[in-house]
């Protein structure tokens, strides 16, 4: 499936896409100038730095294709089971880049125009026990979880007839910084990272600061689809094409990750009933916790669901949303369930 437009036709301008992803009647056309596969040559793992060896170097105003394994280094398959993630090692997400771009210099910024997501048909969703202290409750599951999807005809396709809509983005997309060594690809930076915006989907455009010459972009991460909090440490994990312009902007000045957006902003990207669960608490992580814990809950009681599959759903299709952080001493996260994801 592409979600946006293809390289060298005639398809509609991704700022002019429809909420619901549709092409409009307006068109442009672009051609791919650059491709990096995802082969070993193209690929490192789990660091930013900058002394790693560009794997190309563009001109400004390029369009780049890249070809991105996922986060999990393509260790599952169509076929894979929670045994897998069992004996699954991690040893950083894989990215495709750096890419130099010519004349960018620390102080610029990089703009990134996403302008087409293709992924390669399925992707994985899973979270580990609560011995790992990874996720937003794992002290809830003594036992890992997985769940393999079918991406197809813009969804992926659940339990019980539920279905997901597909808006595929870049979990990581960023810039290396200025500090010499090797810097986790597990926490987002200033110069980007892992953002998991999920709104950076085709149509949208990423700005970053440049802190070394050459910008040395990479990407990867990729994710068909992701609740606002990825709650369970993975949203739909996919290989993916992902096409970008990147271009020079010199006169920009930016001190954090930028970014435009046409969402869509619901799952179905029009205002749709949603059913949610509140969190409040003192604490902000204190809040979502509650809110999650009570959607799966809900989740369990009321869609014939296990707490596994709730929790998996809950990452890659619930949204949390800050309500108020002025009412003190406690704060308000809710958890937006949309109801258009059941049969």
């Known amino acids: 499936m592409v979600v946006g437009i293809t390289p060298g036709w005639v398809c509609a301008d991704p700022q002019h896409l429809d909420p619901g992803g549709r092409l409009s009647d307006v068109t442009e056309t672009y051609t791919v100038d650059y491709a990096l596969d995802d082969?070993?040559?193209n690929v490192h793992h789990g660091i930013w730095d900058n002394s790693l060896d560009p794997v190309c170097s563009v001109e400004s105003g390029a369009v780049v294709e890249f070809e991105c394994r996922d986060a999990a280094n393509g260790q599952f398959d169509t076929d894979s089971t929670v045994a897998d993630l069992q004996s699954m090692s991690f040893s950083g997400h894989p990215l495709t880049g750096p890419v130099h771009v010519d004349g960018a210099e620390p102080g610029d910024v990089l703009e990134i125009e996403f302008l087409e997501?293709?992924?390669?048909?399925?992707?994985?969703?899973?979270?580990?026990p609560e011995d790992s202290e990874k996720g937003l409750i794992?002290?809830?599951?003594?036992?890992?979880g997985l769940y393999t999807w079918e991406l197809e005809d813009g969804v992926g396709k659940f339990v019980n007839g539920i279905e997901v809509p597909l808006d595929p983005?870049?979990?990581?997309?960023g810039v290396a910084p200025a500090e010499d060594g090797e810097h986790s690809s597990t926490p987002p930076r200033r110069v980007g990272g892992n953002l998991d915006i999920k709104h950076l989907t085709a149509g949208s455009t990423l700005y970053l600061p440049v802190e070394v010459a050459g910008a040395l972009f990479s990407v990867g991460d990729c994710h068909g689809a992701q609740g606002d909090g990825e709650v369970c440490i993975t949203a739909i994990e996919a290989p993916m094409f992902v096409t970008a312009r990147l271009s020079v902007r010199s006169e920009m000045d930016i001190d954090q990750p930028q970014f435009?957006?046409?969402g869509p902003f619901t799952p179905t990207g029009a205002d749709e009933p949603m059913y949610g669960t509140t969190g409040i608490a003192p604490d902000l992580q204190a809040a979502a916790k509650r809110a999650v814990s009570q959607m799966i809950d809900h989740l369990a009681a009321n869609r014939g669901l296990t707490r596994t599959e709730a929790y998996l759903l809950?990452?890659?299709a619930v949204d949390l949303k800050i309500n108020q952080v002025v009412n003190r001493p406690n704060w308000t996260v809710s958890a937006y369930l949309p109801k258009s994801l059941f049969p």
């Not at 983005?169 to 997309?173: D, E, L, R, S």
């Open 169 to 173: 983005f870049p979990g990581i997309a």
């Open 314 to 316: 809950c990452s890659v």
């Open 138 to 144: 794992p002290e809830e599951f003594d036992e890992p």
């Open 260 to 262: 435009e957006t046409v």
């Open 39 to 41: 082969s070993d040559d």
């Open 117 to 128: 997501f293709e992924h390669k048909g399925f992707g994985v969703t899973y979270f580990y």
